[in-house]
Nanobody
């Protein structure tokens, strides 16, 4: 059983930056693909990006290269967010997938383990 814990959320002004962290335990981190999602009130959980065990990254068409995902060789995954917009305020979730193949999952259903989420608030 993999446990995930996010940190680094908070309040930031429009145009500001945040770096979210996700620590994993209880599993073999090097075999996991890691993803980031976000969910605003009343909206579906949205794919923010993912990184394979080998370091390949995947992003949706937006947010125009402002977000970067990375991971270390220990048990941590990071989401660097720059030039944040008010509409990007949400609870951000880290997730782990056992499907670390050619196609990294982009849907929540493709992930096996989830963190509790960290709130990101962007003031206008």
């Amino acid at each position: 059983q993999v446990q995930l814990v996010e940190s680094g959320g908070g309040l930031v002004q429009t145009g500001g930056s945040l770096r979210l962290s996700c620590g994993a335990s209880g599993g073999t981190f090097r075999n996991l693909a890691m993803g980031w999602f976000r969910q605003a009130p009343g909206k579906e959980r949205e794919f923010v990006g993912a990184i394979s065990s080998s370091g390949r990254t995947y992003y949706p068409d937006s947010p125009e290269g402002r977000f970067t995902i990375s991971r270390d060789n220990i048990a941590n995954t990071y989401l660097q967010m720059n030039n944040l917009k008010p509409e990007e305020a949400a609870v951000y979730y880290c997730a782990a997938s056992l499907n670390d193949g050619i196609l990294i999952p982009r849907l929540p259903t493709g992930y096996n383990y989830w963190g509790q989420g960290t709130q990101v608030t962007v003031s206008s």
